[in-house]
Nanobody
Framework: VQLQESGPGLVISSQTLSLTCTVS??????????WGWVRQPPGKGLEWIVF???????SYSPSLEGRTSISRDTSKNQFTLQLSSVTPQDTAKYYC??????WGQGTQVPVSS
């Protein structure tokens, strides 16, 4: 399976960050796995954000739940993260993953004030 993130190169504070993960070699609707997003801010460890499970149910990080949503487009085999009201503290490298055996290469997202 391969995962590829896509999204903006730069986001302005207070805007909504939107990232899409395109999956190939696997199916987000039939593979018995969860799919989601994690991030790594500069100089810090990995932080999980959200997962969507085979059933369509979701799990959100409590620290980000109020600003986060995840959706999937089954026709395109994609899932999308939206993080609202971003601040420079949301600057990070964002990865889409299939829990827990496959990762995208990650996409760096700076948030400008």
């Amino acid at each position: 399976v391969q995962l590829q993130e896509s999204g903006p190169g730069l986001v302005i504070s207070s805007q909504t960050l939107s990232l899409t993960c395109t999956v190939s070699g696997g199916s987000i609707t039939t593979d018995p796995w969860s799919w989601g997003w994690v991030r790594q801010p500069p100089g810090k460890g990995l932080e999980w954000i959200v997962f969507i499970h085979l059933s369509g149910s979701t799990s959100y990080s409590p620290s980000l739940e109020g600003r986060t949503s995840i959706s999937r487009d089954t026709s395109k085999n994609q899932f999308t993260l939206q993080l609202s009201s971003v601040t420079p503290q949301d600057t990070a490298k964002y990865y889409c993953i299939r829990w827990s055996d496959a990762w995208g290469q990650g996409t760096q997202v700076p948030v400008s004030s």
